[in-house]
């Protein structure tokens, strides 16, 4: 089971530190929100532990390896980042490309557009995707090589109601599989329920990293507890 | 004898760069823009080739048709082909940029030298097959004429070939070095537009300022790999040379050569390293 460790993380862009001495763990077989106001240094951390920006300082691992110097990494990390794919190629074409890629079998493409509902979109070309479509597909491209860990920036975007209940639905499913999720969001509301620990990050620091039954243990809901930490962060 | 095995850390398991060649190429012919450039290739090609054709023996125009000379310069229609191979290989590199699916491409391998290895490969190959087929357009049309005015063919079928095979390699090597330059200055337009001006204008304002430098200017050495004569052919970017040879095969090989590998190695240590974000 995956476990993910982010230590002492640094990211500067010019004046502006995007991330700054962010430190936290998320335990494998949880699903973990990765919450924080937007340009609170979500994406970047992410994109850190993905090893697609390079940090200034910090170390940020995946079972005790950066992600470059990862065997076969998409057998092991799937990851929604940004919902960019070439237009011109069908959803099926893009989705073999990356199965070749992961060694994955081909026949693969078609299992997982028909789990994340584009079964009938897969011959049609993605540039006449809606956001939700291709935030499906995003998950369809994580799930292609059967990780164990999810890493995913914003899935919602785009999806609607029904699909905010079957995003909630697949990340309940992997983790009770023995997945483990990292999840990062604005929309507090969409995972509340589906969350285990939440990390909150302001300003790129870490502002509390525990269990959601421990941050709503006086009853209030995670929104109101989010809004009271990040403004205590603040003050 | 008791061996005691020592803990190394287990090596990164690299995908085969043949594997990842291989992806490349998929990812091209799944876009419908590789066969536009391919169709716009032997399009221009056919044009200015039966232009020349009919100009031959003209006032202003190539050589007599009869002559060897002038079956040579017809043949300068087919660098259209290497025009646009480097194009498209620009568009390998480039286009990663343009959609943003470099994201997916490094989340799936790491080792973007690797990456940019795969791409050289993919837009050599690709290169390739534009090399050769606007040469066996233009030798086609050439033939045609020819024949069509009842001539005799003056060029030997060994000549022929070498032309094909330059064309092979320089279109090759062409689409290696748009890879680079997709690499380096990864906006899609700027790429492709810079590489139309470089060996449509560039080429030839440098070559009228320094003549000797001709041959060693990297559309004209793979043009003259084809058998396109400096200096001889109303159109192509020898127009207008005087006393100037083009570089021998091997010479001009590996000056492509050295040109795509040093591009690669630049964009490898710089815009390839910097971060997706």
Same mark, same amino acid.
């Not at chain 1, 479509?133 to 059967?146: E, F, H, I, K, V």
């Not at chain 2, 009228?208 to 790999?225: D, I, K, M, S, V």
């Given at each position: 089971?995956?476990?993910?460790?982010?230590?002492?993380?640094?990211?500067?862009?010019?004046?502006?530190?995007?991330?700054?001495? /962010?430190?936290?763990?998320?335990?494998?077989?949880?699903?973990?929100?990765?919450?924080?106001?937007?340009?609170?240094?979500?994406?970047?951390?992410?994109?850190?532990?993905? +090893?697609?920006?390079?940090?200034?300082?910090?170390?940020?691992?995946?079972?005790?390896?950066?992600?470059?110097?990862?065997?076969?990494?998409?057998? #092991?990390?799937?990851?929604?980042?940004?919902?960019?794919?070439?237009? +011109?190629?069908?959803?099926?074409?893009?989705?073999?490309?990356?199965?070749?890629?992961?060694?994955?079998?081909?026949?693969?493409?078609?299992?997982?557009?028909?789990?994340?509902? /584009?079964?009938?979109?897969?011959?049609?070309?993605?540039?006449?995707?809606?956001?939700?479509?291709? #935030?499906?597909l995003g998950l369809a491209t994580a799930l292609l090589a059967d990780p164990?860990?999810?890493?995913?920036?914003?899935?919602?975007?785009?999806?609607?109601?029904?699909?905010?209940?079957?995003?909630?639905?697949?990340?309940?499913?992997?983790?009770?599989?023995?997945?483990?999720?990292?999840?990062?969001?604005?929309?507090?509301?969409?995972?509340?329920?589906?969350?285990?620990?939440?990390?909150?990050?302001?300003?790129?620091?870490?502002?509390?990293?525990?269990?959601?039954?421990?941050?709503?243990?006086?009853?209030?809901?995670?929104?109101?507890?989010?809004?009271?930490?990040?403004?205590?962060?603040?003050? | 004898?008791?061996?005691?095995?020592?803990? =190394?850390?287990?090596?990164?398991?690299?995908?085969?760069?043949?594997?990842?060649?291989?992806?490349?190429?998929?990812? *091209? =012919?799944?876009?419908?823009?590789?066969? !536009?450039?391919?169709?716009?290739?032997?399009?221009?090609?056919?044009?200015?080739?039966?232009?020349?054709?009919?100009?031959?023996? =003209?006032?202003?125009?190539?050589?007599?048709?009869?002559?060897?000379?002038?079956?040579?310069?017809?043949?300068?229609?087919?660098?259209? $082909?290497?025009?646009?191979?480097?194009? *498209?290989?620009?568009?390998?590199?480039?286009?990663?940029?343009?959609?943003?699916?470099?994201?997916?491409?490094?989340?799936?391998?790491?080792?973007?030298?690797?990456?940019?290895?795969?791409?050289?490969?993919?837009?050599?190959?690709?290169?390739?097959?534009?090399?050769?087929?606007?040469?066996?357009?233009?030798?086609?049309?050439?033939?045609?004429?020819?024949? @069509?005015?009842?001539? $005799?063919?003056?060029?030997?079928?060994?000549?022929?070939?070498?032309? !094909?095979?330059?064309?092979?390699?320089?279109?090759?090597?062409?689409?290696?070095?748009?890879?680079?330059?997709?690499?380096?200055?990864? $906006?899609?337009?700027?790429?492709?537009?810079?590489?139309?001006?470089?060996?449509?204008?560039?080429?030839?304002?440098? @070559?009228?300022?320094?003549?000797?430098?001709?041959?060693?200017?990297?559309?004209?050495?793979?043009?003259?790999?084809?058998?396109?004569?400096?200096?001889?052919? $109303?159109?192509?970017?020898?127009?207008?040379?005087?006393?100037?040879?083009?570089?021998?095969?091997?010479?001009?090989?590996?000056?492509?050569?050295?040109?795509?590998?040093?591009?690669?190695?630049?964009?490898?240590?710089?815009?390839?390293?910097?971060?997706?974000?």
């Amino acid at each position: 089971m995956a476990h993910i460790q982010i230590q002492g993380l640094v990211k500067r862009y010019g004046p502006v530190t995007a991330v700054d001495n /962010l430190s936290f763990q998320v335990q494998p077989g949880t699903v973990t929100g990765f919450l924080g106001p937007n340009g609170a240094g979500k994406t970047t951390t992410l994109r850190m532990l993905l +090893g697609l920006v390079t940090p200034d300082a910090g170390s940020a691992t995946i079972n005790g390896r950066r992600y470059a110097e990862m065997a076969e990494p998409l057998h #092991q990390v799937g990851a929604v980042l940004e919902a960019s794919f070439h237009p +011109g190629r069908t959803a099926r074409a893009h989705l073999r490309i990356q199965a070749l890629s992961a060694e994955a079998d081909p026949s693969r493409a078609d299992d997982v557009l028909s789990l994340v509902g /584009l079964a009938d979109a897969a011959d049609r070309r993605v540039g006449g995707f809606s956001l939700g479509m291709r #935030q499906r597909l995003g998950l369809a491209t994580a799930l292609l090589a059967d990780p164990k860990l999810l890493i995913l920036d914003e899935p919602a975007n785009g999806l609607d109601p029904e699909g905010i209940r079957w995003l909630r639905d697949l990340l309940r499913g992997f983790a009770a599989e023995g997945g483990t999720v990292l999840v990062s969001t604005h929309m507090l509301a969409e995972v509340a329920q589906t969350i285990d620990s939440a990390v909150i990050v302001h300003h790129g620091r870490l502002v509390v990293q525990a269990p959601v039954a421990e941050l709503t243990a006086d009853g209030t809901d995670l929104e109101t507890a989010f809004f009271h930490l990040t403004r205590e962060s603040v003050s | 004898m008791t061996t005691i095995a020592v803990p =190394t850390n287990p090596a990164v398991r690299r995908v085969p760069l043949a594997r990842l060649t291989r992806i490349e190429l998929l990812k *091209l =012919t799944s876009t419908r823009l590789p066969y !536009g450039l391919l169709a716009a290739s032997l399009l221009l090609t056919g044009l200015f080739t039966v232009i020349e054709a009919a100009r031959a023996g =003209t006032s202003g125009g190539p050589a007599p048709l009869a002559s060897y000379a002038g079956q040579a310069a017809i043949t300068a229609g087919g660098v259209w $082909s290497l025009i646009l191979a480097a194009v *498209l290989g620009a568009t390998v590199s480039s286009g990663e940029f343009r959609y943003r699916t470099a994201t997916l491409t490094y989340l799936a391998v790491p080792g973007r030298g690797r990456v940019l290895a795969a791409k050289a490969a993919a837009g050599a190959v690709a290169g390739a097959l534009f090399g050769v087929t606007g040469y066996l357009v233009t030798l086609g049309i050439t033939l045609g004429f020819v024949a @069509g005015k009842g001539d $005799s063919v003056a060029i030997g079928a060994g000549t022929l070939t070498d032309w !094909g095979l330059g064309h092979l390699v320089g279109a090759a090597l062409l689409g290696a070095i748009g890879v680079a330059v997709g690499s380096l200055v990864r $906006s899609q337009l700027a790429a492709m537009i810079g590489i139309f001006a470089w060996m449509v204008i560039a080429e030839s304002l440098i @070559g009228g300022l320094f003549n000797a430098a001709r041959p060693y200017l990297p559309y004209t050495a793979a043009t003259a790999l084809g058998g396109v004569p400096i200096g001889t052919s $109303s159109f192509g970017p020898g127009r207008g040379a005087e006393n100037v040879a083009a570089l021998p095969f091997a010479a001009g090989t590996a000056l492509l050569l050295a040109i795509a590998l040093g591009g690669l190695l630049l964009a490898a240590r710089t815009t390839v390293r910097r971060d997706i974000g």
